[in-house]
């Protein structure tokens, strides 16, 4: 059987020499792990369709005897390529499907969960590499993301100056959060509690949590170091 689906592309990795295993978000089944079949040989179709952060119309082929589902074709509605010339706008990116890998069930229907992360995505990719998203971005995503998913946060304590924020970070729409006064000790709080819960659902660390530390200590490994004057040898004065 055949369906045309739309669906982000989350993660993929290489299955055999030539195959590629791929998780899609999708609009109508919910998470689903989609074989690419010989996109890696050098003439291979379908390989941008099989990119992480690609927005697309796929056609994929459901067997009644197999679990598999494979990819026949398709279409891109969007590489969001505004995310992709930032590399702060790539990891925010990445988080935010990180988040949807998390706490979408496989083969469950979810549509509002896949309609707020297109819409996360298209906030991230809007205005070109000069404009800046909403910096609440990634924790009301976070936050309204684990109410979709039946554990809202919204009754969690916080302190009272940061009511206001907490409840219009999970009542606000995406598109609004650029009105909503940022805070940056409370925005880091709200994202580690996002971050805590979810790991806690999945029961697995989120890998986005320690990227940018990552790529602090890639940078620094890549930076010249001072060379290493030797001592003159015994014996010998230098002038």
């Known amino acids: 059987m055949i369906h045309n689906e739309n669906a982000v592309v989350l993660w993929r990795r290489s299955a055999g020499e030539y ?6 978000l999708t609009e109508s ?19 941008a369709l099989s990119e992480p952060l690609v927005w697309g119309e796929y056609r994929l082929c459901f067997s009644a005897r197999s679990q598999t589902v494979r990819a026949a074709g398709g279409r891109i509605r969007s590489c969001f390529p505004g995310v992709r010339a930032d590399l702060a ?21 979810c549509p509002d969960k896949y309609r707020l992360l297109c819409r996360a ?8 590499v000069a404009a800046r998203p909403a910096p609440w971005l990634e924790a009301a995503f976070g936050l309204q993301l684990l109410a979709a998913a039946g554990w809202s946060l919204s009754d969690l304590p916080v302190p009272p100056p940061e009511r206001a924020l907490w409840r219009a970070l999970h009542e606000s729409d995406l598109e609004d959060l650029a009105d909503v006064p940022w805070e940056a000790a409370a925005g ?4 580690q509690l996002v971050r805590e819960h979810v790991e806690a659902h999945a029961q697995r660390p989120l890998r986005a949590s320690d990227m940018p530390a990552r790529l602090e200590r890639f ?8 060379p290493i004057l030797d001592a003159a040898p015994q014996g010998v004065l230098s002038c």
Request: glycine share 10%; aromatic share 4%; net charge positive.
């Open 89 to 109: 706008r790539t990891l925010t990116a990445l988080a935010l499907c990180e988040l949807a890998l998390r706490l979408c069930a496989e083969r469950a229907p």
């Open 121 to 128: 995505l298209c906030l991230l990719d809007q205005g070109g």
């Open 219 to 226: 940078a620094a490994s890549l930076r010249p170091r001072p």
């Open 188 to 191: 880091r709080r709200f994202l």
């Open 19 to 24: 195959d590629r295993r791929v998780l899609l």
């Open 29 to 47: 089944h919910g998470l689903l792990s989609v074989r690419f079949g010989g996109v890696d040989r050098p003439a291979g179709k379908l390989k």
